[in-house]
């Protein structure tokens, strides 16, 4: 089959085959940490990071949630990884920035993190954070075995079913469900441009 066909019919795929419930679910955990005067931290890695300084946007301007990202200060991301290693770049931020058990964490990650293989240790770090402090903790990953997926509150995984295509749906998926969080009038309270004036 055409390559670009096939792409296409998995993307179509993945769209009907999306956990309503799990994404419910987390709606339902923001609109309690907005109702709580909570903040929302947005953690990821690679394009995942990218991810999350456009999805602190949405968040604070079309939903008005307090948002941050610790990718978006390149300085202090490289000064820690410099100083005190990749593996608790963003534990140690979070402690920095006084997160506690009223916060959420919002992770963005292909895989999750697996400890035993070493990959994404500082997601797992900042997730063990989270736990500790009895915070809530949101992930959108594409692979349902990883960290983040078992150990997160409100995990939504990506039904992927051609492992070979992994890493571009699940990014591609993280971006429709972000949208699709901050467009549900349970959590919006600002129009987007275009819309407002057409």
Known sequence: MNFTKQFLI??????????????????????NLKLNGGRLFILGCGGSAGHAS????DFRKICGIEA????????????RVNDEGWDTV???WLKISK?????????????GGNEEKQ??????????LSAELGAQSICVVG??????????????????????HTTPHAEAFAAVI???????????????KWESIT
Not at 12 to 31: G, V
Not at 68 to 79: F, I, M, R, W
Request: with cysteine; charged share 20%.
């Open 10 to 31: 998995e993307t179509e795929n993945i769209c009907r085959n999306l956990n309503i419930e799990q994404i419910d679910f987390a709606i339902e955990t923001l609109k």
């Open 54 to 57: 456009h999805a602190v946007n």
């Open 68 to 79: 941050y990202c610790p990718t978006d200060n390149v300085s202090e991301l490289t000064a």
């Open 90 to 92: 963003f534990s140690e």
């Open 99 to 111: 997160f506690k058990k009223t916060d959420c964490l919002l992770i963005f990650s292909v895989g």
């Open 119 to 128: 990959v994404s240790v500082n997601l797992i770090k900042a997730l063990k």
């Open 143 to 164: 692979k349902p075995d990883g960290y983040s997926a078992k150990n997160c509150n409100a995990p939504i995984i990506v039904p992927i079913d051609n492992a070979n």
């Open 178 to 192: 972000w949208h699709l969080i901050v467009t549900h009038p349970d959590l919006k309270v600002s129009q987007t």
